[in-house]
């Protein structure tokens, strides 16, 4: 195969870089409705105005997909969900360069998914990449200076079910149109943060900690603002994502994508982040590596 980039490819690289920016860019917005509001609020808002934007669309455009998997459609929001609101909540609490960083992890995740659920074989240079990952984490998080808290364990636990979201992305493909797929997402971070709220508020679940999670409803135009701007954000990065890899091999796509981790460490110095300490680069530089090995060497064995 012709290893030099095509004029596709190349239009696929700058979609990807303008994905990662954008994406940051949400982050930004994020971290500074975190100051006022909770976790719940801004999760529910950001998928309403994305299926605002997306119902119109399938009921204008309908794919004729084939369907048939509801459960695992909603398995796929689900995921979703849950990775959008650990990372959210990750944002409010960490560095943004941090917390992008420790989400990125999925590579690693997914091979672990395959390995001890799909019990596929692993070869050495994955296994390595797991190590390098692991490596990384643990610079990152200083668990020496009290670094594990709940904010690196909520990022971690965001790359952990972005990488099932991934998973069960890749089944869907064949039965359901990219809208719809987007949709169930979007349909799960809007139903999902109100029964957080009820569980949280009203069983025996709630605590002083999980009540954090959910402040108030947004108000005044600055902080609406905000909001509208993490819907169309977060909506455009998805689209520019989705054309990124269209256009480009995966390989090149996925190694592309670890520009956002620059973008998102200058979003959060703009938000008032402090630069990551040198342990701290080095753990960036360790996951970026993990997972750029665990991905080339899964597509080579591909």
């Not at 930004?28 to 609020?41: D, I, M, P, R, S």
Request: net charge positive.
């Amino acid at each position: 195969m012709d290893e030099n980039f095509q004029p596709a490819e190349k239009a696929g690289i700058i979609y990807m870089l303008l994905a990662s920016a954008f994406f940051a860019s949400m982050g930004y917005y994020v971290k500074v409705l975190g100051q006022t509001l909770g976790t719940g609020e801004i999760v529910f808002f950001r998928n309403l105005i994305g299926l605002v934007i997306i119902v119109p669309m399938i009921i204008a455009r309908p794919s004729g997909a084939k369907g048939g998997k509801p459960v695992m459609l909603a398995m796929r929001g689900v995921f979703g969900f849950l990775a959008l609101f650990f990372y959210f909540y990750s944002i409010s609490v960490l560095p943004l360069g941090t917390a992008a960083t420790l989400t990125k992890i999925d590579p690693i995740f997914t091979a672990l998914l395959a390995f001890f659920i799909l019990k596929e074989k692993q070869g050495i240079m994955i296994w390595v990449g797991l190590l390098t990952g692991f490596v990384g984490v643990v610079m990152l998080m200083h668990p020496e200076s009290g670094g594990v808290n709940a904010g690196s364990l909520s990022a971690l636990l965001s790359g952990l079910f972005a990488a099932a979201a991934y998973t069960t992305v890749r089944n869907l493909r064949e039965y359901y149109s990219p809208r719809a797929i987007v949709a169930s997402f979007a349909t799960a971070g809007v139903i999902g943060p109100p029964m957080v709220y009820a569980a949280v508020y009203y069983t025996p679940l709630g605590n002083d900690a999980l009540r954090g999670l959910f402040h108030r409803m947004p108000s005044g135009a600055y902080e609406w603002y905000c909001i509208v701007m993490v819907g169309i954000l977060a909506t455009v990065s998805q689209y520019f994502l989705t054309k990124a890899y269209s256009l480009a091999r995966a390989s090149v796509a996925a190694s592309v994508s670890y520009s956002g981790l620059l973008f998102a460490s200058v979003a959060g110095v703009m938000a008032g982040d402090k630069l990551p300490d040198f342990m701290g680069i080095c753990g960036i530089l360790f996951i970026v590596l993990s997972g750029m090995t665990v991905h080339f060497s899964q597509k080579r064995r591909n």
